[in-house]
């Protein structure tokens, strides 16, 4: 699945640059950390006929997550806003829940039919479906005899 690849921020390309000087891993834990902490992890998956794309978004309200498609790029986007609550009182022991805004963003295959994207919201996962343009569909080609 070659065709749907993820839009290379400076900070990815930062991570690679060290990579080459480095070796590769170096920094493989510290990216997915970052990853974990900041962005939505996401499943795709190519059909004969879509792309689907999962992701997932424990603890967003619907109004938190933004979806666009702009020059060729996907972007999914969204804030987690952090609970107010009085930290002095509660007696924090471990605070570990991220809270802040994230954004990824997808290159998309110019077969993509940018105007038909769905995109649904249920029990943390943002699930999208991406249309293939009917150029992109295989076709079966008759074979005629002579």
Same mark, same amino acid.
């Given at each position: 699945?070659?065709?749907?690849?993820r839009?290379?921020?400076?900070?990815?390309?930062?991570?690679?640059?060290?990579?080459?000087?480095?070796?590769?891993?170096? !920094?493989?834990?510290?990216?997915?950390?970052?990853?974990?902490?900041?962005?939505?992890?996401?499943?795709?998956?190519?059909?004969?006929?879509?792309?689907?794309?999962s +992701?997932?978004?424990?603890?967003?309200?619907?109004?938190?997550?933004?979806v666009?498609?702009?020059?060729?790029?996907?972007?999914?986007?969204?804030e987690?806003?952090?609970?107010k609550?009085? #930290?002095?009182k509660?007696?924090?022991?471990? !605070?570990? #829940?991220?809270?802040?805004? !994230?954004? #990824?963003?997808? +290159?998309?295959?110019?077969?993509?039919?940018?105007?038909?994207?769905?995109?649904?919201?249920?029990?943390?996962?943002?699930?999208?479906v991406?249309?293939k343009?009917? +150029?992109?569909?295989?076709?079966?080609?008759?074979?005629?005899?002579?």
């Amino acid at each position: 699945m070659s065709a749907l690849i993820r839009y290379e921020t400076p900070s990815t390309s930062l991570t690679n640059l060290i990579d080459d000087f480095l070796g590769t891993g170096v !920094f493989d834990s510290w990216d997915r950390n970052i990853s974990l902490a900041t962005y939505p992890q996401v499943d795709i998956v190519e059909d004969k006929d879509v792309y689907r794309i999962s +992701a997932d978004m424990p603890g967003l309200d619907k109004n938190d997550i933004s979806v666009e498609v702009k020059n060729g790029v996907l972007s999914i986007s969204g804030e987690k806003k952090e609970e107010k609550t009085e #930290r002095d009182k509660n007696h924090y022991y471990h !605070f570990e #829940r991220k809270f802040g805004s !994230f954004r #990824r963003e997808f +290159a998309l295959p110019d077969h993509v039919d940018a105007e038909h994207v769905d995109a649904r919201y249920a029990n943390g996962v943002l699930q999208l479906v991406l249309k293939k343009t009917e +150029a992109a569909k295989p076709k079966a080609i008759d074979v005629k005899v002579e």
